[in-house]
């Protein structure tokens, strides 16, 4: 059983450029969430997928987008990249909502 | 929302020694879990105790849901236990983490 994935480890954009981000969830699991964590930080919920569709979403700028595959995988999109963008990026899977989150080893934006 | 707080923000043990962290929030649960972040960023899973208590190796938890709030004991610490541990309660069909406590274990 192979654990969550994400892609890629690091990236380096500049202001106003897009980003997309991909995380393989758990085996047998339908739900995603997205977190971003900045530097000195907890995470902080960015949404949450739950059977291809959006499931709930945190304090974020619709330039922040996602979406999530039938094998529930997802991605996570940013438009419109600012400074402020650059942080860790985690994805966590469960079996549905209030089980036990499992998250990836994220992916480090950092913003130019 | 709800609120999540840790304490101590900062914790420096000499290896062997014991400590207690702990998480306070500020509305009933149906989900709390203790996590440790290593130095290169990976949330590690340490439990998942909406009550009760819980032993893992030298690692045990309690949460008294009633009161709001969570402690994790590590004891006989080792430097590998360095990092930060985050407690993160589920809020909606969010989890809602606290700020962190930063381990320092030093040999």
């Known amino acids: 059983e192979t654990g969550v994935t994400q892609s890629p480890t690091h990236l380096i954009k500049t202001r106003g450029q897009q980003v997309t981000l991909r995380c393989s969830s758990q085996?047998?699991?339908?739900?995603v969430s997205w977190y971003q964590q900045a530097l000195g930080q907890g995470p902080q919920f960015i949404f949450q997928?739950?059977?291809?569709?959006?499931?709930g979403r945190g304090n974020f700028p619709p330039r922040f987008s996602g979406l999530q595959f039938p094998n529930y995988s997802s991605e996570l999109n940013v438009n419109a990249l600012e400074l402020d963008d650059s942080a860790l990026y985690l994805c966590?899977?469960?079996?549905?909502?209030?089980?036990?989150?499992?998250f990836g080893p994220g992916t480090r934006l950092l913003v130019l | 929302g709800i609120q999540v707080e840790q304490s101590p923000p900062d914790l420096i043990l000499q290896e062997g020694a014991n400590s207690t962290l702990r998480c306070n929030f500020s509305?009933?649960?149906?989900?709390l879990q203790w996590f440790h972040q290593n130095p290169w960023g990976q949330l590690i899973n340490l439990f998942y105790?909406?009550?009760g208590t819980k032993q893992n190796g030298r690692l045990s938890a309690t949460t008294v849901a009633t009161e709001r709030y969570s402690l994790l004991y590590i004891s006989s610490s080792q430097t590998t236990d360095s990092g930060v541990y985050f407690c993160?309660?589920?809020?909606?069909?969010?989890?809602?983490f606290g700020a962190g406590t930063i381990l320092r274990v030093k040999s």
């Open positions: 966590a899977s469960s079996l549905g909502w209030g089980e036990t989150q499992y």
């Open positions: 085996s047998g699991h339908n739900t």
């Open positions: 997928y739950y059977r291809e569709e959006e499931n």
């Open positions: 509305d009933s649960v149906n989900n």
């Open positions: 105790i909406p009550s």
């Open positions: 993160a309660v589920e809020g909606g069909n969010k989890l809602v």
